[in-house]
């Protein structure tokens, strides 16, 4: 497993832009495929996207934020990152950065290590 640390959560008026990374520990970060999931209080913590050891050419995203969030890694730093662009008050939520050694998967359950969550709030 890597411990992963998230942060660039905040406050944000509609339309605008949050940058979250997501820094993980240890030397095999670039085996892993890493995911953002969120969270609002009572729903299920859904998928919002995920890429793959290899990089931008391997992504997904969840319909909700296609067009909208971009997901990139870079190795290099050990961080992966979501650009958060023309956000909506319904993107209001726990964000949360999480890895698997699995290929490219949207499954909750399939990731087994996962950052404390940042807070993302989209208001006027």
């Known amino acids: 497993q890597v411990q992963l640390v998230e942060s660039g959560g905040g406050w944000v008026q509609p339309g605008g832009s949050l940058r979250l990374s997501c820094a993980a520990s240890g030397r095999t970060f670039r085996f892993y495929t890493m995911g953002w999931f969120r969270h609002t209080p009572g729903k299920e913590r859904d998928f919002v996207a995920a890429?793959?050891?290899?990089?931008?050419?391997?992504?997904d995203y969840a319909d909700s934020v296609k067009g909208r969030f971009t997901i990139s890694r870079d190795n290099a730093k050990n961080t992966v990152y979501l650009q958060m662009n023309s956000l909506k008050p319904e993107d209001t939520a726990v964000y949360y950065c999480?890895?698997?050694?699995?290929?490219?998967?949207?499954?909750?359950?399939?990731?087994?290590?996962w950052g404390q969550g940042t807070q993302v709030t989209v208001s006027s």
């Open positions: 999480a890895a698997t050694r699995l290929s490219m998967t949207t499954r909750e359950t399939s990731y087994d290590s």
């Open positions: 890429i793959s050891w290899s990089g931008s050419s391997n992504t």
